[in-house]
């Protein structure tokens, strides 16, 4: 409420000095806080409840006319126990209600907590859930839950099923890492299929369910898919097709990354086959390269498109989380496809979020010279800065960028300069982005965004790209999202983000960026969404004042930005 009062004020003051775009909170004003809890880490259109912590999403579902979303949920702390299946309902995925509790852990079957699951619509049109309970003995099983009213549009209560625990573990199956169950798909023999994800030696397997009535499960002599790779537990699995061509997606703890496979499925032995390049751990791809976990997508029937969230993990404290009241929030939702050349998926925000978008400031064919640093704002023709070249310029004075929307299109004509690349590099794009940080001079890039900074920039959040160029002379393109200079806390959790980008450079001559700011994210999709990378992110000085946003390049070549939009947001009803 602060917030939006001082963005009214902000407002106006921009209006009575036309060209001055920065106004200041007033740091004693009320509600706001210097501390580490400041209220302004809020996010304005990023999900997250009124309170306490969340986790995964669960079951994602459009039921007649209302998108659904549950979510692994403590009711009573912001840190992670106590765990329940919190639900909230929107119309348009862009705001939310609060609608309580669908589970809460009060049967013997998931005294322990309602872990993550799905839903399946049935074919009499009945929404049932699959989740999986934790027994006292710390055993994970099977339950299903059904509406209690399938009328109630916003289906607020939920009874778990008489006949719960549908699936135990059989012998020999680790029960206490079996969890997680798939929405259903039917075969063509009408049999349901649901996977779980569980443990196997140091790897992990995708086991096959089937079942005629949904309650009565058994299982397949092969899981859908294993891998003997270190992998650890397989959590959260999902499954779907485009085509004829399958995705594999599972959530691994060793590196808290959600992995997929492209593959294909044999439906008559109910076996999945990865393609060539993706055999093998090291060579699953990532769904986002920062911090975002245990994703699940479901099918959006109104709008025939696959629509795919995450939890978003606090790189904060786990004492602050507990004195802020809130922990955990969700990426926005994300529409998911394959990729035209078929080999990896894109993800892009659905379009509904467009719909916040206010002010827009736009630029087009902003040289950026090496050393350039560009602020974008309501920008006076006048406004250069090292060795920066504006060609033109649209304008709105003020601009409020601590939730905004930034979509940019850098424009690299000469790519001569490009720095050698190391194939070795392949193997960990982090540790490269950590080691040629943004202003690690490069050949071809770093040109990006710096997004979140103080007016000194010694907090900054840096998105941005270099271009390689290996020994057949195919260029390789990084992106890189570099937490490091976040936020003057040392305690926070603060890595270099990392992760190729599959464009043609020499062919397309571009790459885009867009970036979604909101207070402590940083929600980045590189090349239309061929690479995202998400991150939290916490500056001290966001509890008194406005953030900046710049673009930069400290290649040794020119970039020029041939297009830059971005505008501010309007804050969305979230809980
Ligand atoms: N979170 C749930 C589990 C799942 C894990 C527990 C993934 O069901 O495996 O809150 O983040």
């Known amino acids: 409420m602060a917030s939006s009062c001082l963005s009214g ?10 060209f001055s775009f920065v106004f200041f909170k007033n740091p004693d004003s009320p509600g706001k806080s210097s501390a580490n809890v400041s209220p302004e880490y809020r996010t304005a259109y990023h999900f997250q409840p009124a309170k306490y912590w969340i986790n995964d999403p669960n079951g994602p579902v459009y039921y007649n006319g209302v998108y659904h979303l549950f979510y692994q ?3 009573y702390a912001a840190v992670w126990g106590n765990i329940s299946w919190g639900h909230s309902v929107s119309t348009d995925l862009v705001h ?24 399946t619509i049935l074919p009499d049109n009945t929404p049932v859930i699959i989740y999986t309970g934790i027994t006292s003995k710390g055993e994970q099983v099977q339950n299903i839950a059904y509406p209690k009213n399938v009328s109630d549009p916003y289906l607020r209560e939920w009874i778990k099923s008489d006949s719960n625990p549908v699936i135990e573990a059989a012998d020999g199956v680790n029960a206490s ?10 075969g063509r023999d009408g049999l349901w299929r649901i996977l779980i994800g569980n443990k196997v030696g140091l790897g992990g397997q995708a086991i096959l369910y089937r079942s005629s009535d949904f309650v009565h499960w058994v299982q397949a002599k092969e899981p859908l898919h294993s891998s003997a790779d270190r992998t650890g537990v397989w959590e959260c699995p999902d499954f779907y097709s485009y085509d004829g061509k399958y995705v594999l997606k599972v959530s691994l703890q060793v590196n808290w990354v959600d992995h997929y496979m492209l593959g294909g499925y044999d439906e008559e032995k109910d076996l999945f086959e990865p393609s060539e390049e993706f055999v093998g751990y090291r060579n699953w ?33 786990v004492s602050d989380a507990v004195e802020k009241g809130w922990a955990g929030i969700q990426t926005t939702p994300r529409v998911v496809t394959l990729d035209s050349n078929g080999r990896q998926l894109v993800q892009w925000p659905v379009k509904e979020l467009e719909s916040l978008r ?17 602020e974008i704002k309501g920008i006076r023709a006048s406004q250069a800065k090292h060795g920066l070249l504006i060609h033109a310029i649209a304008s709105f004075f003020i601009f409020w960028i601590t939730y905004a929307d930034v979509e940019v299109e850098f424009e690299v004509s000469d790519l001569d300069g490009a720095e050698h690349f190391d194939p070795t590099w392949l193997v960990d794009p982090q540790k490269l982005c950590t080691e040629k940080g943004a202003s690690v001079q490069g050949g071809v890039g770093p040109f990006g965004l710096l997004v979140l900074a103080s007016e000194d920039r010694e907090e900054q959040t840096a998105v941005y790209f270099r271009v390689f160029k290996d020994h057949n002379n195919t260029y390789k393109v990084l992106m890189c999202s570099d937490q490091t200079r976040s936020s003057l806390r040392t305690e926070l959790d603060k ?21 979604l700011i909101d207070h402590s994210v940083v929600e980045s999709f590189g090349g239309g969404g061929r690479t995202c990378i998400t991150a939290r992110v916490y500056p001290t000085f966001l509890a008194k004042s406005d953030a900046h946003l710049y673009a930069f390049n400290n290649g040794s070549t020119s970039a020029k930005i041939s297009e830059l939009k971005a505008w501010t947001m309007a804050k969305a009803h979230i809980g």
Do not use: M
């Open 9 to 18: 004020l902000g407002w106006i003051f921009g209006l009575f000095f036309s």
């Open 73 to 75: 949920y403590n009711p």
């Open 96 to 119: 939310w209600t609060g609608v309580g509790l669908a589970l809460s852990p009060t049967d013997p079957y998931d005294i322990d907590g309602c872990f993550s699951g799905s839903i």
């Open 177 to 186: 890492e079996f969890r997680d169950p798939t929405t259903a798909w039917r």
């Open 285 to 317: 791809r990532r769904y986002d390269h920062g911090k975002s976990y245990a994703s699940k997508t479901f099918v959006d029937k109104l709008n025939g498109r696959r629509i795919s969230w995450a939890w978003l993990n606090e790189s904060d404290t």
């Open 358 to 374: 206010k002010k827009r400031v736009q630029l087009h064919d902003a040289e950026l010279k090496t050393g350039g640093l560009l």
């Open 495 to 515: 890595p270099a983000y990392g992760g190729f980008v599959d464009i043609d450079i020499k062919k397309d001559g571009k790459i885009s960026l867009r970036t």
